[in-house]
Protein backbone atom coordinates (compact mmCIF):
# COMPACT_ATOMS: atom_id res chain seq x y z
CA UNK A 1 0.00 0.00 0.00
CA UNK A 2 1.39 3.68 -1.04
CA UNK A 3 2.18 5.33 2.13
CA UNK A 4 0.10 8.50 2.81
CA UNK A 5 1.61 11.21 4.25
CA UNK A 6 0.68 12.35 7.81
CA UNK A 7 -1.04 15.44 6.87
CA UNK A 8 -3.81 13.56 5.02
CA UNK A 9 -3.89 10.28 6.59
CA UNK A 10 -4.45 12.03 10.00
CA UNK A 11 -6.74 14.82 8.50
CA UNK A 12 -9.90 15.48 10.97
CA UNK A 13 -12.75 13.56 10.13
CA UNK A 14 -15.03 15.47 12.72
CA UNK A 15 -15.58 18.39 13.61
CA UNK A 16 -14.40 17.69 17.32
CA UNK A 17 -10.98 16.78 15.94
CA UNK A 18 -10.20 20.08 14.84
CA UNK A 19 -7.53 21.70 16.51
CA UNK A 20 -7.95 25.64 17.50
CA UNK A 21 -11.00 26.40 16.15
CA UNK A 22 -14.03 26.79 18.67
CA UNK A 23 -15.40 29.65 17.33
CA UNK A 24 -16.01 28.36 13.68
CA UNK A 25 -16.78 24.82 14.67
CA UNK A 26 -19.35 25.84 17.59
CA UNK A 27 -21.00 28.11 14.95
CA UNK A 28 -21.25 25.50 12.24
CA UNK A 29 -22.37 23.15 14.52
CA UNK A 30 -25.19 25.45 16.39
CA UNK A 31 -26.58 26.02 12.60
CA UNK A 32 -26.36 22.23 11.54
CA UNK A 33 -28.24 21.52 14.90
CA UNK A 34 -31.36 23.74 14.51
CA UNK A 35 -31.38 23.58 10.55
CA UNK A 36 -30.72 27.43 10.07
CA UNK A 37 -27.16 27.05 7.92
CA UNK A 38 -26.84 29.58 5.72
CA UNK A 39 -26.77 29.01 1.99
CA UNK A 40 -22.57 30.67 1.15
CA UNK A 41 -19.80 30.59 3.97
CA UNK A 42 -16.58 31.93 3.63
CA UNK A 43 -13.74 30.54 5.71
CA UNK A 44 -10.37 32.32 6.05
CA UNK A 45 -7.57 32.26 7.54
CA UNK A 46 -3.50 31.10 7.75
CA UNK A 47 -2.57 28.12 5.59
CA UNK A 48 -2.97 24.59 6.86
CA UNK A 49 -5.40 25.59 10.01
CA UNK A 50 -8.23 23.75 8.56
CA UNK A 51 -10.46 25.44 5.48
CA UNK A 52 -10.87 22.89 3.51
CA UNK A 53 -11.31 20.37 6.15
CA UNK A 54 -14.36 21.65 7.53
CA UNK A 55 -15.56 22.97 4.51
CA UNK A 56 -15.73 18.74 3.88
CA UNK A 57 -17.14 18.16 7.16
CA UNK A 58 -19.81 20.76 6.46
CA UNK A 59 -20.77 18.56 3.14
CA UNK A 60 -20.79 15.40 5.08
CA UNK A 61 -22.93 17.27 7.66
CA UNK A 62 -25.71 17.80 5.55
CA UNK A 63 -25.66 14.84 3.53
CA UNK A 64 -25.01 12.44 5.72
CA UNK A 65 -27.65 9.78 6.20
CA UNK A 66 -28.54 10.40 9.56
CA UNK A 67 -28.34 14.77 8.94
CA UNK A 68 -28.24 17.14 8.08
CA UNK A 69 -26.42 16.70 11.55
CA UNK A 70 -23.17 18.63 13.41
CA UNK A 71 -21.83 14.92 13.71
CA UNK A 72 -21.64 13.13 10.24
CA UNK A 73 -21.86 9.60 10.99
CA UNK A 74 -19.04 8.84 8.91
CA UNK A 75 -19.98 5.14 7.79
CA UNK A 76 -22.60 6.13 5.42
CA UNK A 77 -22.21 6.11 1.75
CA UNK A 78 -22.44 9.68 1.18
CA UNK A 79 -20.24 10.33 4.32
CA UNK A 80 -17.19 7.98 2.82
CA UNK A 81 -17.66 9.35 -0.83
CA UNK A 82 -16.65 12.59 0.64
CA UNK A 83 -14.31 11.63 2.88
CA UNK A 84 -12.81 10.12 -0.32
CA UNK A 85 -13.14 13.16 -2.74
CA UNK A 86 -15.04 10.39 -4.62
CA UNK A 87 -18.64 12.01 -4.17
CA UNK A 88 -20.24 13.65 -7.42
CA UNK A 89 -22.56 15.74 -5.66
CA UNK A 90 -19.50 17.59 -3.79
CA UNK A 91 -17.67 19.69 -6.45
CA UNK A 92 -14.24 21.08 -5.42
CA UNK A 93 -12.36 23.95 -7.89
CA UNK A 94 -9.36 25.19 -7.27
CA UNK A 95 -9.69 28.99 -8.11
CA UNK A 96 -6.14 29.15 -8.61
CA UNK A 97 -5.97 27.71 -11.83
CA UNK A 98 -9.21 28.13 -12.90
CA UNK A 99 -9.62 31.78 -12.41
CA UNK A 100 -11.61 33.16 -15.47
CA UNK A 101 -15.24 33.60 -16.17
CA UNK A 102 -15.53 30.59 -18.09
CA UNK A 103 -14.74 28.29 -15.30
CA UNK A 104 -17.09 30.04 -13.64
CA UNK A 105 -19.97 29.52 -16.39
CA UNK A 106 -19.21 25.76 -15.72
CA UNK A 107 -20.01 25.95 -11.96
CA UNK A 108 -23.09 27.57 -12.93
CA UNK A 109 -24.47 25.22 -15.61
CA UNK A 110 -24.46 22.28 -12.67
CA UNK A 111 -26.00 24.26 -10.27
CA UNK A 112 -29.44 24.21 -12.24
CA UNK A 113 -29.52 20.47 -11.65
CA UNK A 114 -30.45 18.67 -8.49
CA UNK A 115 -27.60 16.25 -6.30
CA UNK A 116 -27.60 13.03 -8.42
CA UNK A 117 -27.85 11.34 -4.91
CA UNK A 118 -27.19 13.19 -1.87
CA UNK A 119 -29.68 16.44 -0.20
CA UNK A 120 -27.06 19.13 -1.50
CA UNK A 121 -24.90 19.64 -3.90
CA UNK A 122 -21.95 21.37 -2.18
CA UNK A 123 -19.47 23.31 -4.00
CA UNK A 124 -16.34 24.25 -2.86
CA UNK A 125 -14.26 26.91 -4.36
CA UNK A 126 -10.62 27.15 -2.76
CA UNK A 127 -8.47 29.95 -3.03
CA UNK A 128 -11.30 31.72 -4.18
CA UNK A 129 -9.15 35.27 -4.40
CA UNK A 130 -7.69 34.10 -6.83
CA UNK A 131 -10.52 34.69 -9.10
CA UNK A 132 -10.76 37.32 -12.14
CA UNK A 133 -12.68 40.46 -11.39
CA UNK A 134 -15.15 39.35 -14.18
CA UNK A 135 -15.19 35.82 -12.86
CA UNK A 136 -16.55 37.37 -9.57
CA UNK A 137 -19.31 39.49 -11.35
CA UNK A 138 -20.24 36.49 -12.95
CA UNK A 139 -20.78 34.60 -9.32
CA UNK A 140 -22.87 37.65 -7.62
CA UNK A 141 -26.29 36.59 -8.29
CA UNK A 142 -25.84 32.33 -8.20
CA UNK A 143 -24.35 33.51 -4.74
CA UNK A 144 -27.26 35.75 -3.58
CA UNK A 145 -30.09 33.40 -4.52
CA UNK A 146 -29.00 29.76 -5.41
CA UNK A 147 -31.48 27.22 -5.70
CA UNK A 148 -32.18 25.60 -2.27
CA UNK A 149 -30.34 22.41 -3.01
CA UNK A 150 -27.10 24.19 -3.52
CA UNK A 151 -24.64 25.29 -1.00
CA UNK A 152 -21.30 27.02 -1.71
CA UNK A 153 -18.23 27.35 0.56
CA UNK A 154 -15.32 29.78 -0.43
CA UNK A 155 -11.96 29.02 1.58
CA UNK A 156 -8.95 31.77 1.32
CA UNK A 157 -5.65 32.42 2.67
CA UNK A 158 -6.17 36.86 1.41
CA UNK A 159 -10.14 37.82 2.24
CA UNK A 160 -8.71 41.18 1.78
CA UNK A 161 -8.57 40.55 -2.04
CA UNK A 162 -12.47 38.83 -2.04
CA UNK A 163 -14.18 42.09 -3.24
CA UNK A 164 -16.79 43.12 -0.59
CA UNK A 165 -19.91 42.29 -3.44
CA UNK A 166 -18.76 38.70 -2.52
CA UNK A 167 -18.32 38.79 1.32
CA UNK A 168 -21.47 40.64 1.86
CA UNK A 169 -23.48 37.89 0.19
CA UNK A 170 -21.58 34.93 2.74
CA UNK A 171 -21.12 33.91 6.22
CA UNK A 172 -17.55 34.68 7.32
CA UNK A 173 -15.88 32.98 9.13
CA UNK A 174 -12.17 33.57 10.75
CA UNK A 175 -10.03 30.72 10.82
CA UNK A 176 -6.84 31.39 13.24
CA UNK A 177 -3.34 30.17 13.78
CA UNK A 178 -3.34 27.06 15.90
CA UNK A 179 -1.43 27.28 19.12
CA UNK A 180 2.03 25.85 19.98
CA UNK A 181 1.11 23.44 23.00
CA UNK A 182 -1.85 22.02 20.76
CA UNK A 183 0.06 21.03 17.99
CA UNK A 184 3.23 19.86 20.19
CA UNK A 185 0.32 17.90 21.94
CA UNK A 186 -1.23 16.58 18.34
CA UNK A 187 2.49 15.57 17.31
CA UNK A 188 3.63 13.82 20.43
CA UNK A 189 -0.40 12.09 19.99
CA UNK A 190 0.55 10.91 16.08
CA UNK A 191 3.82 10.01 16.94
CA UNK A 192 2.65 7.75 19.39
CA UNK A 193 0.14 6.12 17.11
CA UNK A 194 2.41 5.48 14.29
CA UNK A 195 5.10 3.90 16.70
CA UNK A 196 8.19 5.98 15.73
CA UNK A 197 9.69 7.93 18.95
CA UNK A 198 9.71 11.85 19.22
CA UNK A 199 10.74 13.74 22.15
CA UNK A 200 8.99 16.41 24.17
CA UNK A 201 11.80 19.07 23.21
CA UNK A 202 11.60 18.48 19.52
CA UNK A 203 7.95 18.47 19.07
CA UNK A 204 7.33 21.75 20.50
CA UNK A 205 10.59 23.11 18.27
CA UNK A 206 8.37 21.66 15.31
CA UNK A 207 5.65 23.47 16.32
CA UNK A 208 7.17 26.61 16.88
CA UNK A 209 8.73 26.53 13.56
CA UNK A 210 5.14 25.89 11.90
CA UNK A 211 4.07 29.18 13.17
CA UNK A 212 0.47 28.11 13.57
CA UNK A 213 0.06 25.99 11.05
CA UNK A 214 -1.09 21.99 11.93
CA UNK A 215 -0.67 21.13 8.27
CA UNK A 216 3.31 22.68 8.24
CA UNK A 217 3.92 20.73 11.39
CA UNK A 218 2.74 17.02 9.81
CA UNK A 219 4.90 18.00 6.80
CA UNK A 220 8.33 18.83 8.93
CA UNK A 221 7.21 15.75 11.13
CA UNK A 222 7.04 13.39 7.76
CA UNK A 223 10.69 14.82 6.56
CA UNK A 224 12.25 13.96 10.42
CA UNK A 225 10.89 11.10 9.99
CA UNK A 226 12.57 9.95 7.10
CA UNK A 227 15.73 11.85 8.01
CA UNK A 228 15.89 10.01 11.42
CA UNK A 229 14.25 6.75 10.64
CA UNK A 230 12.05 7.05 13.05
CA UNK A 231 13.88 8.78 15.55
CA UNK A 232 13.15 12.37 16.04
CA UNK A 233 15.14 14.32 18.59
CA UNK A 234 16.44 17.82 19.43
CA UNK A 235 19.83 17.41 17.33
CA UNK A 236 16.99 16.15 14.32
CA UNK A 237 15.61 19.49 14.80
CA UNK A 238 18.36 21.36 14.43
CA UNK A 239 20.11 19.76 11.51
CA UNK A 240 17.24 19.67 8.64
CA UNK A 241 15.14 22.66 10.36
CA UNK A 242 18.17 24.70 10.53
CA UNK A 243 17.02 25.59 13.80
CA UNK A 244 20.21 26.06 16.46
CA UNK A 245 20.11 23.89 19.18
CA UNK A 246 19.21 25.06 23.28
CA UNK A 247 22.84 24.72 24.14
CA UNK A 248 23.73 27.50 21.48
CA UNK A 249 21.28 30.19 22.23
CA UNK A 250 22.01 29.21 26.25
CA UNK A 251 25.67 29.59 25.72
CA UNK A 252 25.37 33.59 23.87
CA UNK A 253 22.80 34.38 26.49
CA UNK A 254 25.28 33.60 28.98
CA UNK A 255 28.39 35.45 27.11
CA UNK A 256 26.35 38.30 26.29
CA UNK A 257 24.64 39.05 29.65
CA UNK A 258 28.50 38.79 30.90
CA UNK A 259 29.16 41.79 28.84
CA UNK A 260 31.32 39.68 26.71
CA UNK A 261 30.95 41.42 23.74
CA UNK A 262 33.85 40.04 21.01
CA UNK A 263 33.15 36.82 22.47
CA UNK A 264 29.30 36.95 21.83
CA UNK A 265 29.94 38.70 18.36
CA UNK A 266 32.32 35.49 17.59
CA UNK A 267 30.06 33.44 18.34
CA UNK A 268 27.58 34.43 16.25
CA UNK A 269 29.67 35.14 13.35
CA UNK A 270 30.11 31.18 13.61
CA UNK A 271 27.13 30.51 13.69
CA UNK A 272 26.16 32.32 10.63
CA UNK A 273 28.91 31.45 8.96
CA UNK A 274 27.68 27.71 9.19
CA UNK A 275 24.96 28.27 7.23
CA UNK A 276 22.14 29.39 10.25
CA UNK A 277 19.63 31.92 9.46
CA UNK A 278 20.09 35.36 11.00
CA UNK A 279 15.76 35.26 12.02
CA UNK A 280 16.17 32.05 13.05
CA UNK A 281 18.56 32.41 15.35
CA UNK A 282 17.14 36.06 16.87
CA UNK A 283 13.61 34.07 17.32
CA UNK A 284 15.04 31.51 19.15
CA UNK A 285 17.24 33.83 21.41
CA UNK A 286 14.35 35.07 22.34
CA UNK A 287 12.18 31.63 23.14
CA UNK A 288 15.51 30.62 24.89
CA UNK A 289 15.10 34.09 27.01
CA UNK A 290 11.52 33.63 27.60
CA UNK A 291 12.34 30.36 29.13
CA UNK A 292 14.41 31.50 31.44
CA UNK A 293 11.97 33.87 32.65
CA UNK A 294 9.32 30.66 32.83
CA UNK A 295 12.05 29.12 34.67
CA UNK A 296 11.97 32.07 37.68
CA UNK A 297 8.02 31.99 37.57
CA UNK A 298 6.83 28.21 37.86
CA UNK A 299 9.17 25.40 36.14
CA UNK A 300 5.44 24.02 35.18
CA UNK A 301 5.52 26.72 32.35
CA UNK A 302 7.64 24.89 30.65
CA UNK A 303 6.73 21.23 30.35
CA UNK A 304 8.52 19.94 27.24
CA UNK A 305 11.80 20.75 28.96
CA UNK A 306 14.25 17.56 29.80
CA UNK A 307 15.64 17.51 32.96
CA UNK A 308 19.11 17.82 31.07
CA UNK A 309 17.55 20.95 29.84
CA UNK A 310 16.37 22.39 33.10
CA UNK A 311 19.56 21.48 34.80
CA UNK A 312 21.51 23.58 32.25
CA UNK A 313 18.94 26.26 32.70
CA UNK A 314 18.09 26.66 36.06
CA UNK A 315 21.55 27.90 37.35
CA UNK A 316 21.47 31.24 34.98
CA UNK A 317 17.68 31.59 35.57
CA UNK A 318 18.94 31.89 39.42
CA UNK A 319 21.49 34.11 38.88
CA UNK A 320 19.65 36.53 37.32
CA UNK A 321 15.98 36.51 38.59
CA UNK A 322 12.85 37.51 37.07
CA UNK A 323 13.01 41.00 37.00
CA UNK A 324 16.94 41.21 35.39
CA UNK A 325 15.46 38.54 32.61
CA UNK A 326 12.52 40.15 32.03
CA UNK A 327 14.28 43.42 31.10
CA UNK A 328 16.91 41.56 29.29
CA UNK A 329 13.82 39.86 27.02
CA UNK A 330 12.19 43.09 26.49
CA UNK A 331 15.22 44.63 25.12
CA UNK A 332 16.02 41.93 23.39
CA UNK A 333 11.87 42.24 21.70
CA UNK A 334 12.80 45.30 20.23
CA UNK A 335 15.20 44.43 17.48
CA UNK A 336 11.95 42.27 16.06
CA UNK A 337 10.75 44.67 14.00
CA UNK A 338 14.35 45.37 12.78
CA UNK A 339 15.81 42.17 12.29
CA UNK A 340 12.74 41.01 10.00
CA UNK A 341 12.48 44.12 7.70
CA UNK A 342 16.33 45.20 7.38
CA UNK A 343 18.41 43.99 4.33
CA UNK A 344 21.21 43.18 5.97
CA UNK A 345 19.72 40.85 9.07
CA UNK A 346 22.98 39.60 9.94
CA UNK A 347 24.12 43.09 10.40
CA UNK A 348 20.62 43.75 12.69
CA UNK A 349 21.55 40.84 14.36
CA UNK A 350 24.76 41.64 15.83
CA UNK A 351 22.94 45.46 16.81
CA UNK A 352 20.88 43.56 18.92
CA UNK A 353 23.55 41.58 20.29
CA UNK A 354 25.67 44.40 21.09
CA UNK A 355 22.90 45.81 23.08
CA UNK A 356 22.41 43.06 24.91
CA UNK A 357 25.87 43.08 26.35
CA UNK A 358 25.46 46.25 27.40
CA UNK A 359 23.88 44.49 30.07
CA UNK A 360 26.09 44.78 33.10
CA UNK A 361 27.20 48.42 32.18
CA UNK A 362 23.45 49.57 33.06
CA UNK A 363 23.40 47.44 35.77
CA UNK A 364 26.21 48.98 37.18
CA UNK A 365 25.31 52.65 36.68
CA UNK A 366 21.42 51.85 38.17
CA UNK A 367 23.61 50.60 41.22
CA UNK A 368 25.82 53.35 41.55
CA UNK A 369 22.80 55.52 41.22
CA UNK A 370 20.56 53.59 44.08
CA UNK A 371 23.43 54.68 46.01
CA UNK A 372 25.50 51.51 45.69
CA UNK A 373 29.16 51.16 46.42
CA UNK A 374 29.30 49.54 42.57
CA UNK A 375 31.42 52.78 40.74
CA UNK A 376 29.68 54.68 37.84
CA UNK A 377 30.48 52.61 34.86
CA UNK A 378 33.23 53.74 32.30
CA UNK A 379 32.46 57.03 30.53
CA UNK A 380 29.43 57.70 32.78
CA UNK A 381 28.70 60.51 35.01
CA UNK A 382 30.68 61.09 38.47
CA UNK A 383 33.48 62.65 39.64
CA UNK A 384 35.23 63.79 37.24
CA UNK A 385 33.44 62.43 34.57
CA UNK A 386 31.58 64.77 31.62
CA UNK A 387 28.17 64.01 30.73
CA UNK A 388 26.25 65.69 28.00
CA UNK A 389 22.63 66.12 28.72
CA UNK A 390 19.88 66.59 25.89
CA UNK A 391 18.62 69.79 24.55
CA UNK A 392 16.39 70.85 28.09
CA UNK A 393 17.59 68.79 30.03
CA UNK A 394 20.40 70.05 31.77
CA UNK A 395 20.70 73.01 34.36
CA UNK A 396 21.66 76.35 34.15
CA UNK A 397 24.54 78.16 35.26
CA UNK A 398 24.77 78.01 39.27
CA UNK A 399 22.71 80.79 41.14
CA UNK A 400 24.66 83.64 43.42
CA UNK A 401 25.46 81.79 46.67
CA UNK A 402 23.21 83.31 49.45
CA UNK A 403 24.40 81.44 53.26
CA UNK A 404 24.47 78.49 52.42
CA UNK A 405 22.74 74.98 54.26
CA UNK A 406 23.68 71.39 53.14
CA UNK A 407 20.63 71.02 51.52
CA UNK A 408 21.30 74.07 49.01
CA UNK A 409 25.01 72.34 48.64
CA UNK A 410 23.25 69.58 47.36
CA UNK A 411 21.21 71.30 44.87
CA UNK A 412 24.02 73.01 43.71
CA UNK A 413 26.27 69.86 43.50
CA UNK A 414 23.36 68.02 41.20
CA UNK A 415 23.30 71.01 38.95
CA UNK A 416 27.37 70.60 38.41
CA UNK A 417 26.99 67.17 37.83
CA UNK A 418 24.37 67.47 35.16
CA UNK A 419 26.51 70.50 33.62
CA UNK A 420 29.66 67.93 33.85
CA UNK A 421 31.67 69.42 36.01
CA UNK A 422 33.21 67.85 39.36
CA UNK A 423 30.87 68.37 42.12
CA UNK A 424 32.73 71.47 45.05
CA UNK A 425 34.53 72.96 42.58
CA UNK A 426 33.80 76.55 41.60
CA UNK A 427 33.04 78.30 38.16
CA UNK A 428 34.19 81.75 37.27
CA UNK A 429 31.37 84.22 37.52
CA UNK A 430 30.82 86.68 34.98
CA UNK A 431 31.38 90.63 36.56
CA UNK A 432 27.73 91.13 36.82
CA UNK A 433 27.44 88.06 39.28
CA UNK A 434 31.07 88.48 40.84
CA UNK A 435 29.57 92.43 41.95
CA UNK A 436 26.77 90.85 44.17
CA UNK A 437 29.49 89.97 46.29
CA UNK A 438 31.62 93.12 46.58
CA UNK A 439 31.04 96.27 48.39
CA UNK A 440 30.80 100.04 46.32
CA UNK A 441 35.11 99.49 47.07
CA UNK A 442 35.30 96.68 45.59
CA UNK A 443 36.08 94.73 48.63
CA UNK A 444 34.69 91.19 48.40
CA UNK A 445 32.36 90.38 51.84
CA UNK A 446 32.95 87.40 53.79
CA UNK A 447 30.36 84.41 53.02
CA UNK A 448 29.66 81.71 54.97
CA UNK A 449 31.84 78.88 53.90
CA UNK A 450 30.19 75.54 51.75
CA UNK A 451 30.77 72.64 53.25
CA UNK A 452 31.89 69.71 51.13
CA UNK A 453 29.91 67.29 49.48
CA UNK A 454 31.61 63.94 48.87
CA UNK A 455 30.83 63.01 44.97
CA UNK A 456 29.81 59.03 46.47
CA UNK A 457 26.87 61.00 49.24
CA UNK A 458 25.92 63.17 46.37
CA UNK A 459 22.95 60.92 44.80
CA UNK A 460 21.70 59.78 48.53
CA UNK A 461 21.75 63.99 49.80
CA UNK A 462 19.48 64.72 46.84
CA UNK A 463 17.30 61.93 47.32
CA UNK A 464 16.87 62.48 50.94
CA UNK A 465 16.07 66.32 51.03
CA UNK A 466 12.60 66.29 49.25
CA UNK A 467 13.84 70.30 48.36
CA UNK A 468 15.66 68.46 45.76
CA UNK A 469 14.21 66.29 42.89
CA UNK A 470 16.78 63.83 40.73
CA UNK A 471 15.61 62.54 37.60
CA UNK A 472 17.31 60.26 35.70
CA UNK A 473 16.55 57.78 32.61
CA UNK A 474 18.93 55.13 31.45
CA UNK A 475 19.81 54.56 27.96
CA UNK A 476 22.68 51.62 27.22
CA UNK A 477 23.90 52.86 30.99
CA UNK A 478 24.04 56.93 29.97
CA UNK A 479 22.57 59.44 32.54
CA UNK A 480 20.18 61.78 30.11
CA UNK A 481 19.57 64.38 33.02
CA UNK A 482 19.93 65.25 36.23
CA UNK A 483 17.72 68.58 37.28
CA UNK A 484 17.93 70.21 40.73
CA UNK A 485 14.82 72.67 40.07
CA UNK A 486 12.29 70.58 40.37
CA UNK A 487 10.80 71.23 36.57
CA UNK A 488 11.07 67.74 35.66
CA UNK A 489 14.34 66.07 32.77
Not at 24 to 48: E, I
Not at 328 to 354: F, I, Q, T, Y
Amino acid sequence: MTYQVLARSWRPQRFADLLGQEAAVQTLSNALSSGTFGQAYLFSGLRGVGKTTVARLLAKAVNCAEGPTAEPCGVCESCREIADGSSIDVIEMDAATHTGVDDVRDLQDLVRYHPTRDRYRVIIVDEVHMLSRSAFNALLKTIEEPPPYILWVFATTERSKVPETILSRCQQLDFRPVGVDLIRARLEDIASAEGFSLTASAAAAIAGAADGSVRDALSLLDQLRAFTADAVDDEAVATVLGVPSLEVTTRLIEILAAGETAVGLGLLRERLAAGQDASILYQEMGRTLRTLVYLTLDPALVPTLTQAQIERLQPIAETYGADTLTRMLGLWVEHDLLVKEASNRELALEVAAMRLARWPAVRQLEAWLAGGEAPPPAGGPGPGKTSTPVAGGGAGPSPAKPPVSRSAAAERSVAQLADGDEPGIEHEHDDEHQSEHEDQDGNELETAPEPPVAAEDLIGIAKADPGVILATRILGGEVVAVRPDGEGS
